[in-house]
């Protein structure tokens, strides 16, 4: 007899609990790409904290690309540390401000030690010139194009979080 309730108390913890725990406990930091304004998980990329990850676009103006390096915060923000380009142009800084670096290297404008630090970003896979691509890993090592998960035009509100079990189903993991 007593066999038998500790077996059942055994399968009802488990039944309470794996539920729990599928869907509140987080299990891999991610940066998130949220359709639009919603809550729908349209693809997630797994990172950790200090590790480091670039958007790069085409300008729609002087069609040369732009990389925006980022990094992951320890409390899920993304700090953007560095912009590199081949053009002055619109949208294009001219100039460092105070506590950043303006260099030329490689035929490449660098704008260094930006130390800007967003909870979110919205962003647009490009419409008109749609090259936009996702590059992650040591030395750069892994590159995606948003086309491939992602359509021209279409917004994204771009999040550092960490999913749960759920979540991570729920979504298109990103992959090279």
Avoid: C
């Avoid at 488990?14 to 809550?39: D, G, I, M, R």
């Avoid at 899920?76 to 590199?84: F, G, L, P």
């Avoid at 670096?101 to 404008?109: A, H, I, L, P, T």
């Amino acid at each position: 007899m007593k066999k038998k309730v500790t077996i059942l108390l055994l399968i009802v913890s488990f039944l309470v609990l794996f539920p729990l725990f599928f869907f509140y406990v987080p299990v891999q930091k991610a940066v998130v790409f949220y359709h639009e304004h919603t809550s729908k998980i349209s693809a997630y990329l797994p990172i950790n904290s200090g590790e480091s990850f670039q958007i790069i676009f085409t300008h729609s103006i002087h069609l040369s690309d732009v990389i925006e390096k980022y990094r992951v915060t320890k409390d899920n923000k993304i700090e953007q540390y560095e912009i590199v380009f081949e053009e002055f142009g619109i949208g294009m800084p001219s100039n460092a401000e105070e506590g950043q670096k303006f260099v030329y290297e490689d035929g490449k404008y660098h704008v260094k030690n930006l130390n800007n630090i967003f909870p979110y970003m919205n962003i647009r896979n490009g419409k008109t010139v749609s090259k936009h691509r996702l590059v992650w890993g040591d030395n750069d090592q892994h590159k995606v194009w948003f086309n491939e998960y992602f359509l021209p035009g279409d917004w994204f509100t771009v999040k550092v979080e960490d999913l749960t079990l759920w979540q991570l189903m729920k979504g298109v993991k990103i992959h090279d």
